[in-house]
């Protein structure tokens, strides 16, 4: 059972966070790193890896014990990279106690942490490898079904932890567009959402649709500057 008002809360601190976003240069950056638990044998679909990683990020920005805990409340309006690292064992035990929110869907577990500066980011997390995140498609395109479908640009050719962020950045820009009364319904559902990996040409069809919610990535890691990697669309559009 969700704390309702700590989920309000939450989703208005979003809303005015992201309304308030023009930011400066020099300004400190903020990280949110995305850990993917992948054991050396038994991986995860990719598929069910997006998924995890969309449903981990939005638990984290609408988390109720953002209203009263200044830990996770703090980073809202900040410039904020999405940072998708792996771990196994005992590494991925020990992120747990990291603050953050873990999510599993069918075989993929990912945990998406409360953002913080980049310099001081917990040396847990910081140890942990970004390379070898990568999984190939292997057909499975698993759905949870709920209020969105997030599409992603396959032509980018996007890493499996690229695409994880990219998925991730398009949930938390969907809920800030949601009415409070539906981002609590979300919430209680336990964020249920699909994620489809489309060709060039659909992939821009998407972008067209009614309440369709882009994302532009900055460009630092993989693709160019401006690229629209992901688009997050209402199950009512589609």
């Known amino acids: 059972m969700i704390h309702k008002d700590g989920v309000r809360k939450s989703h208005e601190a ?3 966070g992201l309304a308030n976003s023009a930011h400066e240069d020099g300004e400190e950056e903020y990280a949110m790193p995305i850990v993917i638990n992948l054991p050396k044998h038994d991986r995860p679909h990719r598929n069910d890896v997006l998924v995890a990683a969309g449903q981990a990020v939005v638990a984290v920005v609408l988390d109720p014990r953002a209203a009263a805990n200044p830990e996770f409340d703090r980073w809202y309006g900040k410039r904020i990279r999405k940072i998708t690292r792996r771990a196994r064992n005992a590494a991925w035990e020990h992120v747990q106690e990291v603050p ?9 577990q990912v945990r998406a942490f409360t953002p913080a500066p980049v310099h001081a980011t917990d040396q847990r997390i910081d140890k942990l490898q970004i390379g070898g995140t990568d999984i ?3 057909g ?3 759905s949870s079904q709920g209020i969105c479908t997030v599409f ?10 690229k695409a994880a962020a990219q998925v991730g950045h398009a949930t938390m820009l969907f809920a800030a567009e949601l009415p409070a009364d539906e981002a609590v319904s979300w919430a209680e559902a336990g964020f249920p959402l699909a994620v489809r990996e489309v060709d060039h040409e659909e992939f821009v069809a998407q972008c067209a649709q009614r309440g369709a919610v882009v994302v532009r990535d900055a460009g630092f890691t993989e693709v160019v500057p401006g690229s629209c990697t992901a688009v997050a669309v209402p199950t009512a559009a589609q």
């Open 14 to 16: 979003l809303v005015r």
């Open 100 to 108: 953050g929110v873990t999510v599993t869907f069918d075989t993929a």
């Open 136 to 138: 190939p498609a292997d």
């Open 140 to 142: 499975c395109q698993g």
């Open 152 to 161: 992603i640009d396959s032509s980018l050719t996007m890493s499996l932890g």
